[in-house]
């Protein structure tokens, strides 16, 4: 058995809402729970126990519910007190995949690197998170055993902040949720019949949907009946606030739509004209995928990690190129949705390889690791 591993849950909510952070630890758990040789354990919020026992399998009796119901509380529990959660259930690996780890404990501490955000873009955070994220990240980093960042340019951007750790950090790519691919399809009304661009993702700023909202009355002289579809939660910390999108509804050039159902966001793949991801900074760039293997064309910024999502199926253009973007939407819009050139990719990646390569990293890690030799004329601890 390769082991008893206890995933740090306490941010998925009573629904399990899947976004972000929240997808990815769903979708490990549940890959983690259909393996054989591992017994998973779950730390989460008491009002999450139902869902983690009806949708994930895991028994009562593997799940370890703490009631604080603030974001804050949660993260001090799992950061200082979680480490005796682990060692009472005799636990070999703590999956953490928010950006804590706890700070002691006998277990391996596995870390999800989604991104650097704490760092690269302080000022998207609310006022607590930014004061005190950057310092217990910092610290949970250089306390981690294994660093599973979700893409190589997740990696790169890790490394320029803690270079020390290249030696723990491995690249473990996301995977794609298949029953977005395998939902059958249900047309959303305010787009049934139009011809429109998608963009998927939340408010946050560095989304940048404020980039196409604002060059959308441009595109719209060129494609009269241009609509811009945005479909996506409200973003975390400080949103970007978008006062000319309620203009563009107002006059019927745009829909915004909030989440949707896996079978409409289907549809909405199939049905775009083409997928505008406008990102300033990604970790993985899950629509850029997304589309994709669905068959949407993609408009991308040439962040690291879109650029690497996309494998050369995308068209990246710079955003200084205003008008770059704008021809290249009315280009899109004009050929719609039945163009021939519209080819799915086939999805080679699913969540069982994801945490099959955790397995594997943690395997790795517990295999000693040489360490150079400290030159004579330094001295040491103590």
Known sequence: MTGRWLVLGSHIPPGGGLGGMIRYTVEVTRALERRPDVEVHVHCRPETVPFLERELGIAADRLHPTATGRTVADS???????????DRIDADVVLCTKQLVPRSGEAIRLLTVHDMLPFDRPGDFGPTKRMLLPTAYRRSIRDADVLACVSDATRRRLLSQLPEVADRAVVVPNAMTRSLTEAEPV?????DG???ALMVGDRSRRKNA?????LWPEVVRLVPDAHLALIGPPGWGRNEQLPELADLVAAGAASDLGLVSERALHWAYRAAAVTLCPSVLEGFGLP???ALALGCPVLASPDPAQVEAAGGAATVIDLADRAGWVDAIAEHLRAGPGSPAREAQ???RSWDDVADELVAAVAAARVPRARPERPASQPTDG
């Open 76 to 86: 001090l529990v799992e950061r200082l007190a979680i480490g005796r959660l682990g």
């Open 210 to 214: 404020g980039f196409v909202v604002r």
């Open 288 to 290: 850029v995928v997304e």
């Open 194 to 196: 139009r011809t429109f």
């Open 187 to 191: 047309p959303i009304p305010a787009l």
């Open 346 to 348: 086939p999805i080679e």
